[in-house]
């Protein structure tokens, strides 16, 4: 054979070949290559969607922690209030406890205080009538002389 002949049925097998190859090898290997090209620019898609929706959600939870900050601020204000509402109640009930303490120990002392005026009254009749039963001594009659000793008691 020739160089020509070899040359020319070499070109037809090549030919044969990239007629085979466009019409058997080149289809699947294209769709398969615009398949993934289609997978990528539907995950780019995705990721861009997805980092949107990261976004906001970021946002959002941002909005809710100071919301939340803020509700938790005023909670705890309102709870130092209350504290210091429920110490000022509970200091002005101690105050009024202690008056009604203090009043009951001065009427209780007053009281004391009348009661041992009286005993003294009644001991100092008794030792001045014992002193003037000495002076005199004779004894003194203490119905006769009641109305005297009740005088001196008032006296007293």
Known sequence: MSINATLFVQAIV??????????????????ALDERAQKIADGLAAADN???E???ANKRVEAELVKSRTETASRLADAERRAMAIIEE?????TEEGNKII???KVEAEQQAVSARESLREQVAVL??????QILR???????HADLLSRLKSEL
Do not use: C, D, H, Q
């Not at 090549?14 to 769709?31: C, D, E, H, S, Y």
């Not at 509970?90 to 101690?94: D, E, L, T």
């Not at 004779?138 to 006769?144: C, D, M, Q, R």
């Open 14 to 31: 090549f030919a044969i070949l990239v007629w085979f190859t466009m019409k058997f090898v080149w289809p699947p290997i294209a769709t």
């Open 128 to 133: 001045a009538v014992k002193g003037a039963e």
């Open 138 to 144: 004779k004894e003194v009659n203490a119905g006769v």
């Open 103 to 105: 009043a009951s120990a």
């Open 50 to 52: 997805a980092k949107s």
């Open 54 to 56: 990261l976004t906001n």
């Open 90 to 94: 509970a200091k002005a009930r101690a």
